[in-house]
């Protein structure tokens, strides 16, 4: 296996040393944008490593099993969502917070129409 580091693409905020992300009017802006397709993804921030991104997701969307290189953290704002990593499978309704390590396989279901924000550091 190489040793490379990922490099996310997208478009992202400007580099700013401290900011404010106002997360209930990103999550209003990407429900309102969900009817007729099935997920709205935004890129939040970038900064030293750490990418941090909000998706709205239509109940019964699947992202399949994946993993990411760095610590992800998925934190769910509304609604409900199921995490399957590791052979478990993690319940998480708002409030609640998955921090997977380094490589852990995973995978997210929208149990209802549901709003992460997920942090991935390092990698």
């Known amino acids: 296996m190489t040793d490379s580091k990922h490099t996310p693409s997208g478009n992202y905020p400007a580099h ?3 900011q404010v992300l106002d997360l209930e009017t990103a999550a209003d802006r990407l429900v309102a944008k969900l009817p007729g397709t099935r997920r709205q993804t935004e890129n939040l921030a970038r900064e030293a490593g750490s990418s941090v991104l909000m998706m709205a ?6 992202i399949q099993e994946h993993s990411a290189p760095g610590v992800v ?7 409900h969502a199921t995490i ?3 052979g478990e ?5 708002p409030g609640q917070l998955a921090l997977l390590q380094p490589g852990v396989r995973h995978d997210v279901r929208a149990e209802t129409q549901s709003v992460l924000v997920l942090v991935v550091s390092g990698g």
């Not at 997701?57 to 699947?62: I, K, S, V, W």
């Not at 953290?73 to 609604?79: E, F, W």
């Not at 499978?89 to 309704?93: E, G, H, I, N, P």
């Open 16 to 18: 700013a040393r401290a």
């Open 57 to 62: 997701m239509e109940a019964g969307d699947q």
């Open 73 to 79: 953290s998925i934190h769910v704002m509304r609604g």
């Open 84 to 86: 399957a990593a590791e």
């Open 89 to 93: 499978a993690f319940s998480l309704r």
